[in-house]
C-alpha cells in the first residue's frame, strides 16, 4: 500500500505487481481487430509463411547449378612392396606408402537448358508458395468474419429470448391481477406460468450459444477459451453494389487459387524443359590439381605432381528411350495441370453464383422481415389491449408474443445470413478485409 498527501488530501493507491488493480473496461472487440489477432498468431498462416522461405530456399539452391562447383580428395595406399607410381609423363615414386591428395573445379558451360528450366521451376514455387499463403489469409478473414457474425447472432437472439421472458412476465402479472379479482380462472395463471418457464429455458438456452460462439471465436483468435470479451455490433444491411458479371469478372482476376494454377502450368512446363535437356550433351570447364607423395603432408623427398585445364562434354548416347518416356510423362503432367485449371474456374464460377444468390435471398428476406415485426409488435399490442378488456383470450395473447419473437429472431436470423453471405462473396471474389 501506498499513502500519497495530494492538496490536503490522502489518497490510498494498493498496487499489486507494479499496476493498479481497478483497471478500466475493456473495449469491445471489433471486426478489424479481430481480423489482425488471427492473423498474428495463426499456425496456419506461420505454416504457409514458412512454406515460402522453403521455397525461397529452393530457388537460391537452383542458382548454384550456374556456379563451379569445387572438390578435393586425399588417399593413401600401401602397396605390398615398393612400386613404381606417379603421373605418365611425370616423376616416378619408389615406395611401399604413397599418399595422394587432389582437387577439382568445374565450371558448367552448356547444359541443354536444365539449369534454366530447373532455376525458373523454383522461381514459380515461390511464386506459388506466395499465392498460397494469400489464399491461407483470405480463408481466415473469411473465418473470422463468419465467427464474429454467429456471436452478433447468437447475442441477438438472446436479445429476443429476454423480450420474450420480460413480455411473459408482464403476462404473468396482468393474469394474477385478473384471477384476484375473479376475472379469469386459475387455469390462465398456470398457462402463463408454463409459459414464462418455457421463455426462461430458451432464454438459458440462447445465453449457451452465446458463450458456445464466443469460445470458438477464442480459439480461432487462439486465445483462452475463457477470455471475456464483447463485440461491436456491426449487424446491418448494406447493399451490395456490384453485379454478378462484375463479380465473377472480379473472381476471376484476384483469386490466388487461378494465379498459383497458372503458375503450375507453367512450372510443368519447365518441368519438360527439364526432361528434354537429357538430349543435348553437358559441357563444362575443368581445372584441375594433383600431388603424391611417400609422406603424408605430402612433402617429402619423392613427390610427384600435375596439373590439367580443359572442357569436358559429356552425351548420353543410348538409354533405352528413357529420355523421351521422361519428356512424355511431364507431358500429360501440362495437360492435366491444365485440366485442373479448368476445373477451378469452373467451380469458382458456381461457388460466385452459390454466394451472390444466397445473398440476394438473404436481402429479400430482411425486407419481409422488417415489415413482418411492424406488423407482430401491432398485432401484440392490440391482442394485450383486447385482453385487458377480455375481449381475446390468453392464448391470443401467447400466440402474439410467440409470433413477435419468431419474426424478430427470423430478422435476425436473415441479417446475419446476409452478412455471411457477402462475406463469402467477397471470399469467392479473393478479395481481402479490408
Given amino acids: 500500500m501506498r499513502v500519497k498527501w495530494i492538496s490536503g488530501f490522502i489518497v490510498l493507491a494498493i498496487l499489486s505487481g507494479g499496476s493498479l488493480l481497478a483497471q478500466e473496461t475493456q473495449a469491445p472487440l471489433t471486426l478489424e481487430e479481430s481480423i489482425k489477432i488471427a492473423m498474428e498468431r495463426s499456425l496456419t498462416l506461420h505454416s504457409a509463411a514458412m512454406g515460402v522461405v522453403g521455397s525461397e530456399f529452393g530457388r537460391k539452391q537452383a542458382i548454384t547449378n550456374f556456379l563451379p562447383t569445387w572438390t578435393g580428395q586425399y588417399g593413401y595406399s600401401k602397396y605390398s612392396m615398393p612400386s613404381l607410381v606417379g603421373f605418365a609423363g611425370g616423376p616416378l615414386i619408389t615406395s611401399r606408402d604413397v599418399y595422394t591428395a587432389g582437387t577439382n573445379v568445374q565450371q558448367p558451360i552448356f547444359t541443354g537448358g536444365f539449369n534454366l528450366a530447373t532455376y525458373r521451376s523454383a522461381k514459380m514455387g515461390v511464386d506459388i508458395s506466395k499465392e498460397t499463403l494469400e489464399t491461407a489469409k483470405r480463408d481466415l478473414v473469411l473465418q473470422v468474419k463468419v465467427g464474429y457474425f454467429n456471436i452478433l447472432r447468437a447475442e441477438k437472439f438472446l436479445l429476443v429470448a429476454e423480450q420474450q421472458v420480460k413480455q411473459f412476465e408482464a403476462q404473468l402479472d396482468v393474469t ?28 438459458v438456452t440462447a445465453e449457451n450459444n452465446v458463450a458456445t460462439a464466443k469460445a470458438s471465436f477464442n480459439i480461432l483468435l487462439r486465445r483462452d477459451i475463457n477470455t471475456a470479451f464483447d463485440v461491436v455490433d456491426i449487424l446491418e444491411h448494406k447493399p451490395f453494389p456490384l453485379r454478378f458479371e462484375e463479380s465473377l469478372e472480379e473472381a476471376l482476376r484476384e483469386r490466388p487459387e487461378i494465379k498459383a ?13 527439364i526432361a528434354r535437356s537429357a538430349y543435348f550433351p553437358n559441357i563444362s570447364l575443368s581445372a584441375s590439381y594433383a600431388r603424391m607423395s611417400d609422406q603424408p603432408d605430402l612433402h617429402g623427398d619423392l613427390i610427384a605432381e600435375r596439373w590439367a585445364i580443359g572442357p569436358l562434354a559429356t552425351l548420353t548416347l543410348w538409354n533405352w528411350g528413357s529420355t523421351a518416356y521422361n519428356v512424355g510423362v511431364n507431358k500429360v503432367k501440362v495437360v492435366q495441370a491444365e485440366d485442373s485449371k479448368t476445373q477451378l474456374v469452373e467451380s469458382i464460377t458456381l461457388e460466385v453464383k452459390d454466394d451472390y444468390l444466397n445473398m440476394l435471398v438473404a436481402e429479400k428476406n430482411i425486407g419481409v422481415a422488417e415489415t413482418a415485426i411492424v406488423q407482430a409488435e401491432e398485432n401484440l399490442r ?36 446476409f452478412n455471411v453471405a457477402k462475406a463469402q462473396l ?9
Wanted: proline share 2%; charged share 25%; net charge neutral.
Fill in 176 to 203: 394474477k391481477n385478473f384471477f384476484e379479482v375473479g376475472i379469469v380462472p386459475k387455469n390462465d395463471v398456470l398457462q402463463a406460468e408454463v409459459n414464462l418457464a418455457n421463455a426462461r429455458q430458451s432464454q
Fill in 261 to 273: 494454377a497458372q503458375l503450375h502450368i507453367d512450372q510443368t512446363k519447365e518441368s519438360v524443359k
Fill in 382 to 417: 392490440m391482442t394485450e389491449e383486447r385482453y385487458k378488456y377480455q375481449v381475446s383470450t390468453q392464448t391470443d395473447v401467447i400466440i402474439a408474443v410467440t409470433l413477435l419473437a419468431q419474426t424478430k429472431t427470423n430478422y435476425y436470423g436473415a441479417l446475419s445470413d
Fill in 426 to 434: 467477397e471470399r469467392a471474389m479473393g478479395r481481402m478485409y479490408p
